[in-house]
């Protein structure tokens, strides 16, 4: 795989695809840009090596479809007061209009495509898409690591048409920094699984047995896990046809020597609500009524000692419904348990982020994944289409073996 910096980019038409799949409030206001500053150093770059800068990205799902509420408008001007500079919004990411609009573009001079997306051909890989983005640029570069796992126009069939086609920096350093984590990592290694669903982390989860030391599981998922060691969690979530297939985890991480964690007190509510009646209660003495929501305290302060001694800890998925002030106390017990080690910390997915910097610790961690699928599609061990159409390799392809 090269690098943007590898190229000589002067007066060239430089095309970076970035993911600028932002949220976004009912108004449409941006609610959170970190993705957009993220691309900042890649763009930055390209314009002070004086190249014609066309961003291009998807948002939200829109289905082949052109969707007000999901144009890049609104994305163009956030990245123009982050450049300080004018970004030219385009009508639309392909065809004769923008063509003629690339062509009139000077050195220094950056566009913003409009929502990929917006074409059919962007999620059918479809190349003759891949051919018209390819059209618009003298260099492609490739910096959505976020959208890595996806085999889409804008990442995988575009390199096969572009003259050159390189990797941007947001992506060398998410590559980089899971290489650190999950290759030769220093060790002790652990991994902290949290969130709803077993379902999405399970595969990650074996992938990680395979290099991790310890395995901390919180979140709803964990109830799965508590059920499958015969303990009854009452109205909690939880998914009842992985039970024998948690059983079986918990019983080859004893094999092999992985250290697996799972809860041993919670906080219950009576029902799915802020204003809830809530109790700690250990995990044996789950009312049949009630739901677990949170780890307890003395969960937060095993998995604390747990981490004490580990080098390097990968956290995906918060430890309770953590929207919920009544429920959060445990995954922000876990941000500061992170944050606080010697580790080398690394952190992505399932609004775990959010959580990192609700509690103004995002200093603290040393990355910051803008990825979510992705981040645990890198888990997982499985191939990002995007990362094998750039010629490079992760590492842990091919059943999680370097
Ligand atoms: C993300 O937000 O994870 C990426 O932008 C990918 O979006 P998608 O899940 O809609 O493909």
Not at 202 to 212: G, T
Request: aromatic share 6%.
């Amino acid at each position: 795989m090269n690098y943007i910096n590898q190229l000589d980019l002067a007066g060239k038409r430089v095309l970076i695809r970035v993911d600028f799949n932002v949220p976004l409030d009912e108004e449409g206001n941006i609610t959170d840009d970190n993705r957009i500053r993220a691309a900042l150093p890649t763009i930055n770059y390209a314009l002070d090596e004086d190249a014609k800068v066309i961003v291009a990205s998807h948002m939200g799902r829109p289905k082949g479809k052109r969707e007000e509420k999901y144009s890049m408008a609104p994305v163009a001007r956030r990245l123009g007061r982050l450049l300080k500079k004018e970004v030219i919004a385009a009508p639309d990411c392909i065809g004769p209009e923008v063509e003629e609009l690339v062509r009139s573009m000077k050195p220094g001079q950056v566009m913003m495509l409009e929502n990929l997306r917006f074409h059919k051909g962007e999620t059918n890989n479809d190349p003759e898409f891949g051919k018209a983005l390819a059209a618009l640029c003298d260099v492609y570069v490739d910096d959505a690591f976020a959208v890595a796992h996806r085999d889409n126009a804008s990442v995988v069939s575009v390199v096969r048409f572009a003259k050159e086609s390189v990797a941007g920096f947001t992506m060398k350093k998410e590559l980089d920094y899971f290489r650190r984590a999950m290759i030769d990592p220093a060790r002790p290694l652990a991994a902290v699984l949290g969130g709803a669903k077993a379902m999405t982390k399970l595969p990650a989860l074996e992938n990680l047995m395979e290099h991790a030391d310890k395995i901390i599981i919180g979140g709803a998922m964990a109830n799965t896990f508590l059920m499958s060691v015969g303990i009854d969690v009452g109205k909690s979530l939880y998914e009842p046809e992985l039970v024998p297939v948690a059983n079986v985890l918990l019983k080859n991480a004893k094999a092999a020597g992985v250290k697996m964690y799972i809860p041993v007190d919670c906080v219950v509510a009576d029902r799915y609500d802020r204003k809830a009646e809530t109790k700690l209660v250990t995990v044996q003495d789950v009312p049949h009524e009630w739901m677990i929501m949170d780890i307890g305290p003395a969960t937060s302060t095993l998995y604390r000692e747990a981490l004490r001694d580990c080098k390097t800890i990968i956290w995906n998925g918060p430890m309770g419904a953590f929207e919920m002030d009544a429920f959060s106390r445990g995954t922000y017990n876990m941000v500061s348990t992170v944050a606080q080690t010697y580790a080398l910390t690394i952190i992505g997915g399932g609004d775990t982020d959010v959580a990192v910097s609700n509690a103004g610790e995002s200093e603290n961690i040393s990355y910051i994944s803008t990825g979510g699928g992705a981040f645990l599609a890198l888990l997982t061990g499985e191939v990002l289409p995007a990362v094998e159409a750039l010629g490079g390799y992760t590492g842990l392809e091919n059943g999680g073996h370097s």
